[in-house]
């Protein structure tokens, strides 16, 4: 069983910052790609950025030099610090991963940008 647990959602301006993270239960964390996934209102859920256990990453374009994925193995924890923010932004944010070949997912963190 693995949980995943997503905090630091919140309202902010156009310009400014949040910080997401992701929880993971287990020891499973260090050997498994995240996944940050994002799905506004009336639109599809859209894959953000994946960060592998080496550490590398793959960024979505419309966030590419804004968004910045990091994981912290010794706290099974992955973060998202996402910078000048667009009101396109706002949307529930999902942190997944895959693990004996089932998806788990967070619960979701809300962030809504104002214009």
């Known amino acids: 069983q693995v949980q995943l647990v997503e905090s630091g959602g919140g309202l902010v301006q156009a310009g400014g910052s949040l910080r997401l993270s992701c929880a993971a239960s287990g020891s499973i964390f260090s050997i498994n790609a995240m996944r940050w996934y994002r799905q506004a209102p009336g639109k599809q859920r859209e894959l953000v950025v994946v960060?592998?256990?080496?550490?590398?990453?793959n960024y979505a374009d419309s966030v590419k030099g804004r968004f910045t994925i990091s994981r912290d193995n010794a706290k099974n924890t992955v973060y998202l610090e996402m910078n000048n923010l667009k009101s396109e932004d706002t949307a529930v944010y999902y942190c997944?991963?895959?693990?004996?070949?089932?998806?788990?997912w967070g619960q979701g963190a809300q962030v809504t940008v104002s214009s």
């Open positions: 997944q991963t895959v693990f004996l070949g089932r998806s788990y």
């Open positions: 960060i592998n256990s080496g550490g590398s990453t």
